[in-house]
């Protein structure tokens, strides 16, 4: 069984959704350290100028886990995510459809940043037809040491290999993988290139730029660009 393990994003990019539609399970990965300045409570929008970050305000003091971060519920940024959607959006053929959508998953008391990024990323797996389960890493025990703690986590849940993200040979100690049971497989991703909003082309924008253009057809523009023999890359 393939796993793949990632922290939460909030409405995460095209790279993301495509590991976890080549996984068999996706873990969470909640229970690290929360990031000031990356994906954890933004991302991006296509505009007319380029782009603009959608970013969820957040209540965090240093090495609080992700899990324990509440969002800042003194700023409107629900209502300005959602104007900015209907602004740079105005012509998505599909923006009616999905944005409905995205302004009910809106509308709940959102309290911890961790609860809306996990349901902002089954939504778009929902949305895009993905359906990888989806568990969290807080149901599991692991050890504190990163690369160990993907071991962990795979072992827990049985799988045979575990497939990690662009550049994770890097940053990862390979040798733990290699005496432990569990495979370690590296994701060669291709961003696909589609008709947006605006010219030129935008590269790594949140998915629901490509889902508000294509709709039912997101999925297949996604996958056409994956390598059909070097999808994955064994360590």
């Given at each position: 069984m393939r796993v793949t393990i990632h922290q939460p994003q909030f409405l995460p990019w095209l790279g993301y959704l495509d590991k976890i539609d080549q996984a068999d399970l996706f873990i969470v990965l909640d229970t690290v350290q929360f990031k000031k300045h990356e994906w954890q409570n933004r991302n991006r929008i296509r505009t007319a100028t380029g782009w603009q970050w959608m970013t969820v305000p957040v209540l965090q003091h240093f090495g609080q886990r992700i899990d324990d971060v509440l969002i800042n519920q003194t700023v409107a940024w629900k209502t300005q995510h959602?104007?900015?959607?209907?602004?740079?959006?105005?012509?998505?053929?599909?923006?009616?459809?999905?944005?409905?959508?995205?302004?009910?998953?809106?509308?709940?008391?959102?309290?911890?940043?961790?609860?809306?990024?996990?349901?902002?990323?089954?939504?778009?797996?929902?949305?895009?037809?993905?359906?990888?389960?989806?568990?969290?890493?807080?149901?599991?025990?692991?050890?504190?040491?990163?690369?160990?703690?993907?071991?962990?986590?795979?072992?827990?849940?049985?799988?045979?290999?575990?497939?990690?993200?662009?550049?994770?040979?890097?940053?990862?100690?390979?040798?733990?993988?290699?005496?432990?049971?569990?495979r370690l497989t590296i994701q060669a991703f291709q961003h696909p290139i589609y008709r947006q909003m605006y010219e030129p082309f935008e590269l790594n924008l949140s998915a629901l730029d490509l889902l508000l253009m294509q709709g039912p057809d997101a999925l297949m523009t996604l996958r056409r660009t994956r390598p059909l023999d070097h999808s994955l890359t064994s360590v």
């Amino acid at each position: 069984m393939r796993v793949t393990i990632h922290q939460p994003q909030f409405l995460p990019w095209l790279g993301y959704l495509d590991k976890i539609d080549q996984a068999d399970l996706f873990i969470v990965l909640d229970t690290v350290q929360f990031k000031k300045h990356e994906w954890q409570n933004r991302n991006r929008i296509r505009t007319a100028t380029g782009w603009q970050w959608m970013t969820v305000p957040v209540l965090q003091h240093f090495g609080q886990r992700i899990d324990d971060v509440l969002i800042n519920q003194t700023v409107a940024w629900k209502t300005q995510h959602l104007r900015a959607l209907d602004m740079h959006y105005a012509r998505a053929p599909y923006r009616n459809r999905y944005l409905a959508q995205l302004r009910e998953l809106y509308a709940a008391p959102w309290k911890k940043l961790s609860d809306l990024n996990k349901a902002t990323i089954q939504w778009l797996l929902d949305a895009y037809g993905i359906t990888t389960p989806v568990h969290s890493a807080a149901g599991y025990v692991a050890r504190e040491e990163p690369t160990d703690r993907l071991i962990d986590l795979c072992l827990a849940v049985g799988a045979t290999e575990y497939l990690a993200g662009p550049g994770a040979e890097h940053y990862m100690d390979t040798s733990r993988f290699e005496s432990s049971d569990v495979r370690l497989t590296i994701q060669a991703f291709q961003h696909p290139i589609y008709r947006q909003m605006y010219e030129p082309f935008e590269l790594n924008l949140s998915a629901l730029d490509l889902l508000l253009m294509q709709g039912p057809d997101a999925l297949m523009t996604l996958r056409r660009t994956r390598p059909l023999d070097h999808s994955l890359t064994s360590v």
